[in-house]
């Protein structure tokens, strides 16, 4: 009985003091100068974590990357999440987790042929289109000097028939010219043309024999010594071409000979290396 008064009154003693608690406030500072509160570490300090928030709230530029880097970064990101949805745990799943990866990969490496062979459709069809083009420009080239040649025939064809036109008009006035036998311009034209045609042959014969002859009535010994001397410059001649005509025979042979014997000496030359 005596422990259970007691253990009454402690809980009498206890409850109002559990009641009448009230949480204890913290006092406030007092106001302290604050040059007199921050030392120079803390400014230090607090500059510090400025300027480290003043970087780290700059933006930084993602990175360039190729296509190529883009395009693997992309597939290993699907793997890692086809990893973390997919229960990896059975021999089964990886399987044919590995054959889906694989068949991207073969419709990828499809669809990139695909895209190769367009390209090399595209760049044939283009080098045909300017293979072409080339040609029509070649064939234009062609074209236009064919008919500049053909032209520049025509222009040659109509200066020849002008000038035979030209050339006939003065055959018919030569022979309307010839066939007035009344006309005085005609016949002193022929007679020019007699006279220039006959009296220079005339006049050189005429020269030559006045001068033969007055020579032979000054020397009539001369005539036959001119006899002699021509006969004596036959017989020369006749002596100097039998000599060329024997010496030209005796070369002939023996150019003949020589030939025989050098072509001798190939053949046995040959037949001895054989």
């Known amino acids: ?148 040649l053909t032209q520049a025939y025509e222009n040659l064809v109509d200066k020849y028939k002008e000038l035979v036109h030209d050339i006939k008009a003065k055959d018919s006035l030569i022979t309307t010219l010839q066939a007035k036998t009344n006309d005085e311009l005609n016949d002193a034209q022929s007679d020019i043309q007699c006279d220039d045609d006959t009296i220079p042959i005339k006049t050189t014969q005429t020269i030559f024999h006045v001068l033969y002859t007055d020579i032979l009535k000054q020397y009539p010994w001369l005539d036959d010594a001119l006899d002699k001397a021509s006969w004596l410059a036959l017989g020369v001649l006749t002596i100097f071409a039998l000599y060329a005509f024997w010496t030209y025979m005796r070369m002939s042979v023996e150019l003949a000979d020589e030939k025989a014997i050098r072509d001798l000496m190939v053949h046995f030359r040959r037949r001895m290396t054989t």
């Open 1 to 148: 009985m005596k422990r259970l008064s007691d253990r009454t009154r402690s809980t009498e003693a206890t409850t109002p003091l559990r009641s009448s608690l009230v949480l204890p406030t913290i006092p406030e500072s007092p106001l302290v100068d604050s040059r007199d509160s921050w030392s120079e570490d803390d400014s230090s300090l607090l500059q510090e974590h400025r300027v480290h928030r003043r970087h780290s709230s700059r933006v930084t530029p993602p990175p360039i990357l190729p296509p190529e880097v883009d395009s693997h970064v992309e597939m290993a990101e699907q793997v890692v999440h086809a990893i973390e949805q997919e229960d990896m745990s059975g021999h089964d799943k990886v399987m044919a987790f590995i054959r889906e990866l694989g068949e991207k990969k073969r419709k990828s490496v499809v669809r990139r042929k695909a895209e190769i062979a367009q390209e090399h459709e595209a760049r044939k069809a283009r080098i045909q289109a300017q293979q072409e083009e080339i040609n029509k420009e070649i064939e234009h080239q062609k074209f236009q000097s064919v008919n500049e």
